[in-house]
């Protein structure tokens, strides 16, 4: 093998951000316009424009959720068993909400019932809002530390709560989640629709894009002067067996900014984060959707990014016992399965975004009444 272990954990760590990034940039535009659906679409035929929009493809753009699921629990195991314990009540939430999905892409046509019909809307919007929401409380509640702790044998204690989870910041975090995503979901439904639905598609990306600027604007500052970060101080050898115990961890004011001081390069991801959004919105309003939706992506990217930076080389911090923290270096698999991890995703990862590229390149073109009109009883 060309990489030895303390590479490997490095590169799956870069593995699982791109299929962070993969599914907040495919799936993340299906909950976005989910969201948006009861209120952009005023007559039926309007929301039958909406659900056809994406009907043909979120199924396939729940590939990088599933496979960012499988990637973290066979990279991270120990990651996996602790979130899973800790979140299980907001895992099930997001569960629960994402049941509508495919429940309502396929029946809410079944029956003509106005009764019926508008259930369903309210359930894509549940399976949109719901989960866009607590994937960045998720994440709020990561950058202040997760209460958890380990024992001698490895066994893991969470002591946190439900509502505990609902704090100031990760609701925060949460805004800037769904607005950054529905934000998203916007320009892609611009670039599906024409007439009533695009004029109010540039309002929505500009509504909800000045949300997730402004958003994003405080919780840098937060997590700036406002949250204890952690820092590593003392660790075995980056090569060495995981062990999450036999290392030392402090909370520290400002310590989530010290690879930004350490590489003043990466200052570019929040500004990549906030000059994307800017020009989402100035390419939407003068009706350049596609543009915009290359604009949007690259926010995203400088989102998720800008959260890695901050927290690397942590990926589950603890609040109660700061040195059992879980970090790149002491919670990833074995040298063999790393290496399996990798040229799984050597292989597959281009094969998915060459496929998904040739089914939007199939799928191209304006979703219209008159085409849901032509095609009632094959339409969504």
Not at 88 to 97: D, E, I, R, V
Not at 237 to 254: F, Q, R, S, W
Not at 326 to 340: C, F, Q
Request: aromatic fraction near 16%.
């Amino acid at each position: 093998m060309i990489f030895d272990y303390e590479t490997l954990k490095l590169i799956t760590w870069l593995l699982v951000g791109v299929l962070l990034i993969g599914f907040a940039l495919m799936d993340g535009f299906d909950m976005g316009i989910g969201a948006l659906l009861p209120f952009l679409g005023k007559t039926d035929e309007e929301r039958r424009v909406i659900i056809n929009s994406i009907g043909a493809t979120w199924e396939g753009n729940q590939v990088w959720f599933v496979t960012a699921a499988g990637a973290i629990f066979a990279a991270w195991p120990i990651v996996y068993a602790v979130s899973f314990s800790g979140f299980y009540l907001a895992l099930l939430l997001t569960l629960f909400a994402l049941f509508f999905r495919p429940v309502g892409f396929d029946y809410r046509s079944k029956l003509k019932d106005p009764r019926w019909r508008s259930t369903w809307d309210w359930g894509l919007f549940v399976g949109g809002f719901v989960p866009a929401l607590i994937f960045g409380i998720a994440f709020g509640n990561l950058l202040q530390g997760v209460p958890f702790h380990f024992d001698d044998e490895l066994r893991a204690f969470y002591t946190g709560s439900f509502l505990a989870l609902l704090n100031p910041f990760a609701l925060l975090a949460g805004v800037v989640s769904l607005s950054m995503l529905v934000m998203h979901g916007a320009v892609y439904l611009q670039i599906r629709t024409t007439d009533v639905i695009h004029e109010r598609c540039k309002k929505a990306v500009k509504l909800f894009g000045v949300i997730f600027i402004v958003s994003f604007a405080i919780a840098g500052v937060w997590i700036a002067y406002g949250i204890d970060g952690f820092k590593v101080i003392s660790m075995p050898a980056l090569d060495a067996l995981p062990n999450p115990l036999a290392k030392t961890v402090e909370i520290a004011p400002g310590a989530w900014m010290s690879n930004y001081e350490t590489y003043s390069w990466s200052m570019l991801l929040p500004a990549l984060a906030f000059v994307g959004a800017i020009i989402a919105i100035f390419w939407s309003m003068f009706n350049a959707p596609v543009l915009a939706f290359i604009a949007s992506s690259m926010s995203i990217v400088g989102v998720i990014m800008t959260v890695g930076m901050a927290m690397f080389p942590f990926v589950m911090p603890s609040s109660t016992n700061p040195s059992h923290s879980l970090i790149v270096w002491d919670s990833a698999s074995s040298y063999l399965t790393l290496t399996i991890i990798f040229w799984a995703s050597v292989i597959f990862i281009p094969i998915i975004i060459f496929y998904t590229s040739w089914v939007y390149s199939v799928l191209r073109g304006k979703i219209t009444v008159e085409h849901i009109r032509d095609n009632e009883h094959t339409s969504y």
